[in-house]
């Protein structure tokens, strides 16, 4: 082998007159110090000639290599398959390129062979800039020495050695090809059948598969016997329990020490019959880095097989086939959709995108409520394939868009069987509250079992009683010193267990510096590894931590000898994680700060090196390694890349965290770059609401804005926006009118036009409708004249709203058309979005309805495509009042009912709070008053939690008019006295009126005549202000007098009053008309006893359309007939008219 391989290394070296045959053997003599270099040591001294081993046979071809490209490829080779412990048999070039013939299993075997070959394989291959393709089958083989003695090969025989080149040969350049007992034993990988297929040499068809990608599993990093926790246990499967029911399990929380044995717990639980009946998510902390949703992304990069050894082809092919796989088995339409709608989302979750995507088209705040809508969505699509907990470890950990995510996750998820369950060193502060298990140290009885477990064998009372006063019931301490014990020689075999030695050294006093000891007992460059390691946190990579060991020869295997230390636990081939947070605490804080500084400078060094085409996801690692290696400058750097990266995805506490830093390392003689910073951290403080730190930030931006007047008026309008928002649109207004006067002295067309839209937002909060539209108009002007179509667009919505306000509805239409347009065309769907919904209000006052519906529909279908939930609400909202005012009231309760639920989704409270109000009304408007009364109740107390004073009283109010429906008036007059008091003491006139009306109509029910009609009065007077019998308020209290005087037998003194209200709603029906059955039947009684027949008649007949018209949409007919009978007005129009002679 070693002339044959020289032979092939003499070719890549670019020498082509060697010597053949046996002059070679005789002119080239190999000495053993030569050969070892390509042989295991064993090889050489073994008098064993042959033997059968099961061996994966690996063939690699190279297609016509430059000799220059084919060394170079070699030069990163030979270290990858040192790394893997393969060996290369033999390097030839023939017709079909360079081959290489590579063995796993011979002559030296693992125990995991076939998948170190295919981590070679599919690491060379992500790699390789030269056309590759490789065949792999695994097989018994011949494998030892053949040849004459002069030269002889180490080599193997067999079928499976023709099959592997046949593979080979046959691959598409790129692939590689494998037999079918590699495919079946390949676990950590992805393959897939490519064919059947005849060989030659073969008379059957083989199978062929294809590797596809790594399949990264968790290992279990625990072990032994759980003891002393059955109490908990049996805790933890009740928690699960609901989720076997196709229930929501909520969240549960196991808290309790580091080293108690939470995760051990855990474990337990997941190999427990009732925790196998369930699928599990396992999102891993990052203490270190902890980037917005780590956790979440761990898992995520899992479940969609993600790699980083992976090219951006095949993670992409990944991704698609797994989200492919989750839509095909998940019923819920909606669901399907949704995963659907946001794809791009959840890629940019693991690194995934697509140009033109949704995803690249949004803001960056739509991106971050979409990337969490995106994650939601899958797990409750999993969760009904099959019942799901999310497993958070390490919770003390969580980043702020976790702890943010958590809440959003748990609400409006009732028939989804998933639990929360997560592990922690502290309390967490979430909502709803979790369920909480505190596990506590075990007692000396589960010590002496879990000691027992340990050793394979009973400890003395005296190892026992030492155990338990120094690890006082902790687990993990306790697993520590007996391994420090074991490793000491500190330990003695007794007759009926194990005792303390007598010679043993003093034992350390605590866990920490038992750790320490451990460590200390490794080999000195295993120690080595592992602190290095200790730099890049818990869990890390192989191929950072050997490009940071570069220097040390077998880092690979020196990490192996960790694991077997049980330091680390495999996660793949290339991941490792230190089995206990402590451990790796242990191993970092031992070191010296100089030392630390210098690894943290070689880790931030290899990861640039490793990952200099795109180190974007690697921004954060490389601000922390920097800052720990004591380097400002590239870690201002790094900072700043990492808060514009944080900021761009809406992770808007972390990007703070970020830009801070930079901007402290950042001097005051850097003025533009302090200028910069601080305007991205204004706006984040600004996302955060954040109020006095914006103000801090503006401040200083203005003192640095001072000698520049371009900065001067980006700060003026970033002040203008911060007081609008606190209502100051006074101040705003003038800051605005600076930014426009020096735009405008110095020629700056798009600063002024900005200045001026901003005027105008200000202008129309502050009231002033007439100067609003002028600046507005100016922005209008101005931005169509240089060409600034998004400040076109927003000039053009903001008009649309001032007519509006200015009630010149029909004048306001024109320009939300044409916002619509300039919105459409900067494919700006937030803003498309709105105008959409105002467009609709605009026609709805019109009653141009059908037209309304449509532009509702599109706002709510441009609400769902970008995730704008709240913007879904409203128009759901607007589209259930539509539908109430043409009568579906089927139609309106189920579209608030879906408003609801986005409501809840979001914690939206105030939202919450009017969809319950309202859809108490439609209820009690479908004669439901029993479910009126639940929902009116709902809403009464979430106001009240809110102290909303004024929406508490509308509450009452609404309760008042329901119980005064269902024939309760003491109850009525109670809550409507209650009401009156409230809007009497907030002074809302309006209010005042309505409650006044309602609490008249108690009082003629009650048989107080006398002080209904001066309530009814009252609330005419203050309604009567303006254009008084426009009002429905006004209509319904004439009403109200007219049934008092009717009731007193004077019915000719009520005629005016019927001839005011029949004219006004022959005019039009007014829009907040409550009761217009009930205002109808009063009249038909007076033109009854007055003896005017025909018109009774005419007034009873449009009752009963108006009532039946509704009655009609109705598809249940149970629901049909409750609204004709239990509603008191609706069954005496119907009753009266059907019954007429």
Request: charged share 20%; proline share 3%; hydrophobic share 45%.
């Amino acid at each position: 082998n070693v002339v044959a391989l020289a032979v092939g290394f003499g070719r890549l070296a670019g020498l082509h007159s060697l010597p053949t045959g046996d002059d070679l053997a005789a002119e080239w003599v190999i000495g053993k110090e030569t050969a070892v270099l390509f042989h295991p040591p064993n090889l050489l001294t073994t008098d064993v000639r042959g033997e059968f081993r099961q061996v994966l046979t690996l063939f690699v071809n190279i297609d016509q290599p430059e000799p220059a490209a084919l060394a170079a490829l070699m030069g990163q080779l030979l270290p990858l398959l040192h790394q893997y412990g393969g060996y290369l048999c033999r390097l030839d070039f023939g017709d079909k390129g360079c081959n290489l013939l590579l063995f796993w299993g011979a002559p030296t075997s693992h125990e995991n062979d076939i998948e170190r070959a295919l981590g070679f394989a599919f690491e060379l291959a992500a790699w390789s800039p030269l056309p590759l393709r490789m065949g792999a089958t695994y097989r018994l083989v011949y494998a030892g020495f053949a040849g004459s003695p002069r030269r002889e090969e180490y080599t193997c025989y067999g079928l499976s050695v023709n099959l592997a080149a046949r593979l080979m040969l046959a691959a598409p350049w790129g692939e590689i090809w494998l037999d079918e007992a590699v495919a079946q034993r390949a676990a950590a990988y992805e393959v897939g059948l490519t064919a059947r297929q005849l060989f030659k040499g073969f008379s059957i068809e083989q199978a062929v598969f294809r590797l596809l990608g790594r399949r990264e599993q968790t290992a279990a990093l625990v072990s032994g016997a759980l003891v002393g926790r059955e109490a908990e246990l049996g805790w933890l499967q009740t928690a699960v329990s609901p989720l076997l029911t196709g229930q929501f399990g909520g969240a549960a929380l196991v808290q309790g020490e580091a080293g108690v044995g939470k995760s051990r717990l855990v474990h337990a639980l997941a190999h427990s019959d009732m925790g196998q009946a369930v699928q599990w998510a396992r999102c891993q902390t990052d203490e270190i880095l902890r980037q917005p949703l780590n956790p979440f992304r761990y898992w995520l990069h899992r479940y969609f097989g993600q790699s980083l050894t992976a090219s951006e082809a095949t993670n992409k092919a990944q991704f698609e086939a797994r989200l492919r796989e989750l839509m095909a088995a998940t019923a819920d339409e909606g669901l399907v959709n949704e995963l659907a709608r946001t794809r791009s989302f959840l890629g940019s979750l693991v690194d995934l995108s697509w140009p033109g995507s949704l995803y690249e088209r949004l803001e960056p705040q739509w991106r971050q409520e979409n990337q969490l809508r995106a994650l939601k969505t899958v797990l409750r699509a999993e969760s009904l394939r099959r019942p799901l907990v999310v497993q958070v470890e390490d919770a003390h950990w969580l980043d702020e868009s976790s702890r943010h995510f958590l809440p959003f996750l748990l609400r409006n998820m009732a028939g989804y069987p998933l639990l929360l369950l997560l592990t922690s060193r502290e309390p967490l502060a979430l909502e709803p509250e979790p369920q909480v298990l505190a596990v506590q140290p075990l007692g000396e009885t589960a010590v002496s079992q879990l000691a027992t477990a340990l050793l394979q064998a009973a400890p003395s009372p005296a190892l026992l009683a030492m155990l338990q006063a120094r690890a006082e019931g902790n687990p993990f301490f306790v697993e520590q010193m007996l391994l420090y014990l074991r490793e000491q020689g500190g330990l003695v075999k007794t007759a009926v267990g194990y005792d303390l030695g007598s010679d043993i050294a003093a034992l350390p006093t605590d866990v920490q510096a038992i750790l320490i000891a451990r460590l200390d007992r490794l080999a000195q460059s295993v120690r080595e590894v592992v602190q290095t390691a200790a730099v890049l946190g818990r869990e890390f990579e192989l191929q950072v931590l050997s490009q940071m060991l570069r220097g040390m020869d077998g880092v690979a295997d020196k990490v192996r000898l960790a694991e077997d230390e049980a330091i680390w636990a495999a996660l793949s081939e290339l991941r490792y994680l230190f089995r206990h947070a402590l451990l790796r605490d242990a191993a970092y804080e031992m070191q010296l700060q100089q030392r630390l500084r210098h690894l943290h400078e070689t880790a931030a060094a290899a990861i640039e090196q490793l990952f200099a085409a795109d180190l974007a996801p690697y921004y954060a690692s490389l601000f922390y390694h920097y800052g720990r290696a004591g380097l400002p400058e590239p870690e201002r750097r790094y900072a700043r890349l990492a808060g514009e990266q944080a900021a761009s995805r809406f992770a808007n506490a972390e990007a703070l965290t970020y830009l801070s830093r930079a901007l402290l390392l950042t001097p005051e003689t850097e003025p533009m770059a302090r200028f910069d910073l601080l305007l991205q951290r204004e706006a984040v403080h600004g996302h955060l609401g954040l109020r006095e730190a914006q103000a801090a930030d503006l401040s200083e931006l203005e003192r640095l804005a001072a000698a520049d007047a371009l900065w001067q008026m980006e700060v003026w309008l970033r002040q203008a926006d911060y007081e609008m928002l606190l209502g100051n649109f006074g101040r705003s207004v003038a800051l605005s009118q600076q930014v426009t006067e020096m735009a405008q002295q110095l020629e700056q067309p798009d600063l002024m036009a900005r200045g001026q839209l901003q005027c105008g937002r200000s202008l129309s909060d502050l009231g002033d409708l007439d100067a609003s539209w002028a600046q507005l108009q100016q922005a209008l002007t101005l931005a169509q004249v240089h060409g600034l179509t998004l400040v076109e667009a927003n000039a053009r919505l903001n008009l649309g709203y001032v007519l509006d306000e200015q009630e010149h509805i029909q004048a306001a239409v024109p320009y939300y058309e044409q916002a619509l347009a300039l919105f459409r065309q900067l494919d700006d769907l937030v803003g498309e979005c709105k105008t959409a919904n105002n467009l609709g209000v605009s026609l709805v006052a019109l009653s141009q309805y059908e037209a309304a519906e449509r532009f509702y529909k599109l706002g709510l279908q441009l609400g769902q495509q970008i995730g704008f939930r709240r913007a879904e609400a409203v128009c759901l909202s607007n589209l259930a009042n539509l539908a109430a005012k043409r009568g579906n009231l089927e139609q309106a309760q189920a579209a608030m009912l879906e408003s609801l639920q986005i409501g809840l989704e979001l914690g939206d409270v105030v939202q919450e709070a009017r969809i319950y109000n309202n859809l108490g009304f439609v209820a009690m408007d479908l004669g439901a008053y029993e479910e009126s009364l639940h929902y009116h109740e709902q809403s009464l107390a979430l106001r009240r939690q809110m102290e909303m004073q004024m929406s508490v009283g509308d509450s009452l109010l609404n309760l008042a008019f329901l119980h005064h429906h269902m024939g309760e008036q003491e109850r009525a007059l109670r809550l409507v006295d209650e009401a009156l008091e409230m809007a009497r003491e907030i002074r809302h006139e309006v209010a005042v009126s309505n409650t006044l009306k309602i609490r008249g109509h108690v009082l003629v029910e009650l048989g107080r005549l006398e002080e209904a009609t001066a309530v009814y009065n009252e609330a005419i007077a203050i309604q009567q202000v303006g254009e008084a019998g426009n009002d429905a308020t006004v209509l319904e209290c004439q009403g109200g007098l007219a049934r008092i005087l009717g009731a007193q037998g004077q019915w000719a003194q009520a005629m005016p009053l019927v001839e005011n209200i029949l004219a006004e709603l022959a005019q039009a029906v007014p829009d907040n008309v409550h009761e217009l059955p009930r205002l109808y039947l009063t009249c038909y009684h007076v033109l009854q006893a007055n003896d005017y027949g025909d018109k009774a008649e005419e007034v009873l007949r449009r009752a009963y359309e108006w009532v039946m018209s509704r009655a009609e949409k109705m598809g249940d007919a149970a629901r049909r007939q409750q609204y004709l009978r239990r509603v008191q007005a609706h069954h005496a129009v119907v009753a009266m008219w059907e019954g007429r002679a």
